[in-house]
């Protein structure tokens, strides 16, 4: 069983930042990918960052700039939030992918940006 446990969410106004960690443990099999995705309110979600086994990274356009994720370790990923804004109110997902293209995520954890 692979469990993802995320943590750094909180309350802050515009142009502050966050910084989201997440750590996996269990029987991996392996990491080929790990990476954030958010559900804002009456949204769909949405990737905002990966980060692959050699350190390629993507970003969603709307987060280039602002935000930086890395591998801190083997398992795990953290996700460096700044100049917040409103619009990046969210929860935010923290997903792993093992070597057999199985899927992880870890349960979320909310991120409340006020204007």
């Known amino acids: 069983q692979v469990r993802l446990v995320e943590s750094g969410g909180g309350l802050v106004q515009a142009g502050e930042s966050l910084r989201l960690s997440c750590t996996a443990s269990?029987?991996?099999?392996?990491?080929?990918?790990m990476g954030w995705y958010r559900q804002g309110p009456g949204k769909q979600r949405e990737l905002v960052s990966s980060?692959?086994?050699?350190?390629?990274t993507t970003y969603a356009d709307s987060v280039k700039g602002r935000f930086t994720i890395s591998r801190e370790s083997r398992y795990t990923v953290d996700l460096q939030m700044n100049n917040l804004k409103p619009e990046d109110t969210a929860v935010y997902y923290c997903?792993?992918?093992?070597?057999?293209?199985?899927?992880?995520w870890g349960q979320g954890t909310q991120v409340t940006v006020s204007s």
């Open positions: 269990g029987i991996i099999f392996g990491v080929s990918l």
């Open positions: 997903t792993l992918r093992n070597d057999y293209k199985t899927d992880f």
């Open positions: 980060i692959s086994s050699d350190g390629t």
